[in-house]
């Protein structure tokens, strides 16, 4: 379902960091020009070949950016609250390369192509902004792809669980999707991923309760991140 309402989305685009040098005219002019998306839990926000009309914000909910095989799936991105998607589609005018799906109950607010052609043109602080984030993609681009390649798969999940908490806050995360999901995120399989978290546990590095992982030797699980036994 699709809908519009000014104020909810000219905050919610203020909150997004390629916005953030953009005055408050010209958002409040794109976000009259912009439309929100309410995606239940598991229905298709867009599939593989399909066209989307512009850039894509995440207001609350969390996403899936995922190719599928026959047998298989991989999770490219987890894109929740505050993250964009769509970029490249902006500027490359081609057919999504891959099927995005909501994972929980989820706001888009999507901002029409045009508009944001022209602030790329006319403001170079936006410009700067677009190009930061695109290549912000292509590196964790890169990294995934070394992870899957170089990386075994508890270097993997350990890194993984790492990057979930904030190295100055709590040690305790949420994981933002089901075992399958970060399973598919990481190239590995749910049983490995069950397995993994469990020797972690005994190793005395995390503990696990339901969705929420505490980080208990941060440091020791970073080594293991970087291939020390």
């Known amino acids: 379902m699709a809908s519009t309402n000014g104020n909810l989305v000219t905050g919610i685009l203020a909150n997004l960091p390629i916005f953030r040098h953009t005055p408050a005219a010209t958002l409040a002019s794109l976000a009259r020009k912009s439309r929100t998306l309410h995606m239940p839990r598991g229905s298709a926000v867009a599939r593989r070949g399909e066209e989307i009309p512009g850039l894509m914000a995440v207001a609350y909910g969390l996403v899936k950016l995922s190719l599928r095989g026959e047998a298989s799936e991989k999770v490219l991105r ?4 505050g993250d964009t998607f769509g970029e490249a589609v902006l500027f490359l005018e081609k057919p999504l390369p891959v099927d995005i799906t909501a994972l929980a109950d989820t706001l888009i607010v999507v901002v029409p192509a045009d508009p944001l052609l022209v602030m790329i043109d ?4 936006f410009a700067r902004a677009m190009l930061a984030a695109m290549s912000q993609r292509l590196h964790a681009l890169v990294t995934d792809f070394e992870a899957a390649t170089v990386h075994r798969a508890n ?7 790492v ?19 970060i399973a598919a995120r990481l190239g590995i399989t749910k049983e490995t991923l069950s397995r993994l978290l469990r020797r972690f546990a005994q ?3 995390i503990a696990v309760g339901r969705r929420q992982i505490t980080l208990l030797d941060r440091e020791r699980l970073s080594a293991a991140a970087h291939g020390a036994s």
């Open 78 to 81: 987890l894109i929740g609250a």
């Open 122 to 125: 006319s403001e170079p602080g």
């Open 155 to 161: 270097e993997r999940l350990a890194a993984y669980l």
């Open 163 to 181: 990057s979930l908490v904030d190295p100055d806050g709590p040690s305790t995360a949420t994981l933002p999707a089901s075992k399958t999901v």
């Open 203 to 205: 190793e005395g590095l």
